[in-house]
């Protein structure tokens, strides 16, 4: 039987390679992430009031997965790297309820479908308007 420092030690070498995984997850989308900049942009254009995870995106080429935007997990747009806080220890600090929502969030074309759907709705309804002043 193993003793709890055994049991410790196996944890948080699971907890490591989940991490990894994660890390890994994010990278790998790397080229549908450098498309979030531009989308964010132009859903952000038609839009009444700013949306300031879009401006983060083209701005700062961030995307927030989880927290506050300036001190939680982020995506890093350029280079598809998952980071966060100052000490860049937000990953290692994730809990594990917190997982679901991450890789939810981490899901790159998930996040492009979504930005997609947010152009084609207004640009229907201006569309649609114009016919109606027609």
Not at 41 to 69: D, H, Q, T
Not at 122 to 127: G, I, R, S
Request: charged residues 30%.
């Amino acid at each position: 039987m193993k003793n709890t420092e055994e049991y410790q030690a196996e944890i948080k070498q699971k907890r490591d390679e989940l991490i990894k995984l994660l890390l890994d997850y994010c990278q790998s989308q790397v080229v549908l992430w450098q498309q979030v900049p531009a989308l964010a942009k132009e859903a952000n254009l038609l839009k009444v009031n700013s949306v300031g995870c879009y401006v983060m995106a083209y701005e700062c080429y961030r995307w927030p997965v989880y927290r506050i935007f300036l001190h939680g997990l982020y995506v890093d747009l350029k280079t598809g790297e998952l980071g966060g806080g100052s000490d860049g220890g937000l990953v290692e600090n994730t809990k594990f309820n917190e997982i679901p929502l991450i890789l939810k969030k981490l899901n790159a074309e998930e996040v492009i479908a979504n930005l997609k759907e947010e152009i084609k709705v207004p640009l229907a309804d201006k569309k649609q308007k114009e016919q109606a002043n027609a």
